[in-house]
């Protein structure tokens, strides 16, 4: 059983930056794709930005492309979220999750992803 830790939320100006990191237990960590989720007050769950399992591949909603860089280090069981760029529409609870079945292509559906973290809360004022 994968547990997933997320770190790094805060607060910002508009305009600011923001590294979020989530770090997993267990072993299969390098076998799975990983994926950072958003869900903001009264929307539903969004894909942010996904990555597979060796950091080849990587995945962005349109509306973070350009702001957003995923990557992960394998060695220390950890994904990062560089947010750059931030804006007020970014607020949101960051989740970070992993691809339910191991060695295949990589997803964009939440509903493909299980070991969801606790969450980090984003917030970016205008």
């Known amino acids: 059983q994968v547990q997933l830790v997320e770190s790094g939320g805060g607060s910002v100006q508009s305009g600011g930056s923001l590294r979020l990191s989530c770090t997993a237990s267990g072993r299969t960590f390098s076998s799975a794709n990983m994926g950072w989720f958003r869900q903001a007050p009264g929307k539903e769950r969004e894909t942010v930005a996904a990555?597979?399992?060796?950091?080849?591949?990587?995945y962005y909603a349109d509306s973070v492309t350009g702001r957003f860089t995923i990557s992960r280090d394998n060695a220390k069981n950890t994904v990062y979220l560089q947010m750059n760029s931030l804006k007020p529409d970014d607020t949101a609870v960051y989740y970070c999750?992993?691809?339910?079945?191991?060695?295949?292509?990589?997803?964009?559906?939440?509903?493909?992803?299980?070991?969801w973290g606790q969450g980090t809360q984003v917030t970016v004022s205008s």
């Open positions: 999750a992993k691809q339910t079945v191991p060695y295949i292509s990589m997803r964009k559906d939440p509903a493909d992803f299980d070991s």
């Open positions: 990555i597979s399992r060796n950091g080849g591949s990587t």
